[in-house]
């Protein structure tokens, strides 16, 4: 269980990225956050695990009673996995040790400097096997191909054995295909697990055939909360601010909520 | 069919603008170098005139190089080579952590980074030679004060490149690691650091040939190895073992050199 409590996020160039939101994630629950570029979806992400930090409020984590102190910061960060859409990974680096580093939240000061355990190492090899990625746990992360590299984004997230998994917008750089295939295997692993997700999608049609929950945001504030079921043309209308074109991940938004909430 | 409009001619008179602007440029770059020339008695005709057969006679007294006493320089060079090789490694041991502290990304706060950066600097503004002095006064004749003029020179070269390419490495795979509770120590040596090995290895590489053929010279100033023979030779006016020590010297820059490149194709 993670809460945000009055959680804002105002960026020092005055625009306000997120508004005072109050927010709980069930464990287990499969959330997807929808909205427009600029909505706020990446900053309520990133600070629910604090990369980005709150101007005000707070936010609560099972290991955290506030994500603001240093330590408990990091035993958060370490049960919370997270997939990127750009997945972050070191191209130059093997799959195997990409993935350990999923590990490091695990280790203290001189530690790190002894290799991974061979527990570990089997363990990460676990993960990739997961993914479907084992004949290539040797292989440099560049030679894989877009698709392959977002599992090794979702292995690194499942070494951390984690509780919560965030993914910022995981499959918006895949093709469709491809798009379909990684995010119904982050959603059969979070299922399997019983682990909480928070992503944020630009596809309505991926958001109403695996949310268990839909979070619809527009310039930074909450406008629609509830099962995929209610979410109607009136409610899409709401946060897109016109009708999307459905079923097209470069749709671009309306102009006039690119440009974000200057305050 | 297009006419010649309004606007295409505009354009074209831009065009011609910038060309006249970079002629005009390239001129003045020309009249530098030649003022700078003239400044440095290069167009004094009656010199270089006596200089030609002078340097005729020297060059007639390096042949044929006397390679009579190349048993005593066996053991210089290994020096020289020994110089290179320790005065690289003291290099890297100096200048990883400055650098790690100079980098923005890498660094704790600006303070440090700009303290660092100076640091570097002000190693990189002494030459050897100076150090090279210094150091001779102070631990006497020898391979040691060679070695820690290269370290220590070479620290204000090596830490400013080893920053800048801490400096350009991928962000994103630092932010994932953050993200999974990696300390910065942690995102230090399992995010930055596998990034720019390479880099980093071919910077070193590099700075080692170069220690190679600075450690010659840094002989000159009584600091050990295959220099001081070659400024012995110069002393006793014996050219023609000037020429065999020089193309001596030559040999194992090349092998240097090659066994550097090959380090590094190991090290892709």
């Known amino acids: ?263 | 069919m297009l006419a010649p409009s309004a606007g295409h001619i505009g354009i074209l008179h831009e065009h011609r603008r910038a060309v006249l602007r970079h002629a005009g440029l390239v001129g003045v770059i020309v009249l530098v170098c030649f003022g700078a020339l003239w400044l440095t008695g290069f167009f004094d005709a009656q010199r270089l005139i006596e200089g030609g057969p002078a340097l005729g006679q020297l060059a007639s007294e390096m042949v044929p190089p006397d390679f009579s006493r190349w048993r005593a320089w066996v053991g210089p060079l290994v020096d020289t080579l020994a110089m290179s090789i320790a005065g690289t490694a003291l290099a890297i041991v100096i200048s990883l952590p400055l650098a790690l502290l100079a980098a923005p990304n890498t660094s704790p706060n600006f303070a440090v980074s700009q303290s660092c950066r100076l640091i570097l600097s002000a190693l990189r503004s002494v030459p050897e030679l100076i150090m090279g002095i210094v150091f001779v006064a102070a631990v006497g004749f020898g391979a040691l004060p060679g070695v820690l003029a290269l370290a220590l020179h070479s620290t204000g070269m090596v830490g400013k490149f080893y920053a800048e390419a801490i400096e350009h490495v991928d962000p994103r795979p630092l932010e994932a690691a953050r993200a999974a509770g990696a300390s910065r120590f942690q995102v230090i040596t399992h995010a930055v650091l596998p990034q720019v090995l390479p880099q980093l290895a071919d910077i070193t590489i590099y700075r080692w040939e170069y220690h190679f053929r600075a450690s010659t010279v840094l002989g000159i100033v009584g600091a050990g190895g295959i220099g001081f023979e070659l400024i012995a030779a110069l002393r006793v006016i014996r050219y023609d073992q000037v020429s065999a020590i020089l193309i001596t010297i030559l040999l194992c820059v090349v092998v240097v050199d090659s066994l550097g490149a090959w380090l590094r194709k190991q090290l892709k």
């Open chain 1, 1 to 263: 269980m993670i809460r945000t409590e009055q959680a804002e996020v105002v960026y020092p160039n005055g625009t306000r990225a997120l508004a005072a939101t109050s927010l709980t994630f069930a464990p287990g629950a499969f959330t997807v956050l929808l909205g427009p570029s600029g909505a706020g979806k990446s900053t309520l992400l990133r600070s629910l695990n604090g990369l980005v930090r709150l101007t005000a409020g707070k936010v609560v984590a099972e290991e955290a009673d506030d994500l603001r102190e240093p330590h408990a910061l990091r035993r958060h960060r370490r049960r919370t996995g997270m997939v990127f859409q750009q997945h972050q990974l070191i191209g130059r680096a093997t799959v195997l040790a990409n993935v350990l580093t999923g590990r490091l939240g695990y280790h203290s000061g001189l530690r790190t400097l002894l290799p991974f355990s061979a527990t570990e190492k089997r363990r990460a090899l676990d993960a990739v096997a997961r993914v479907g990625l084992i004949e290539y746990a040797l292989r440099r992360c560049d030679q894989l191909s877009g698709g392959q590299q977002q599992r090794v984004g979702i292995a690194r997230a499942l070494v951390q054995e984690p509780a919560l998994i965030l993914a910022d917008e995981p499959v918006a750089s895949l093709d469709p295909a491809t798009a379909e295939r990684v995010l119904s295997l982050l959603h059969g692993i979070c299922k399997a697990d019983g682990i909480a997700a928070v992503v944020s999608l630009h596809q309505l049609e991926f958001a109403r055939r695996f949310a268990d929950r839909i979070v619809g945001l527009a310039k930074g504030a909450v406008v629609f909360d509830g099962s995929p079921s209610k979410l109607g043309r009136a409610e899409t209308l709401r946060i897109y601010g016109a009708e999307p074109a459905d079923n097209d991940e470069d749709s671009e938004e309306p102009l006039q909520l690119k440009t974000g909430t200057h305050a």
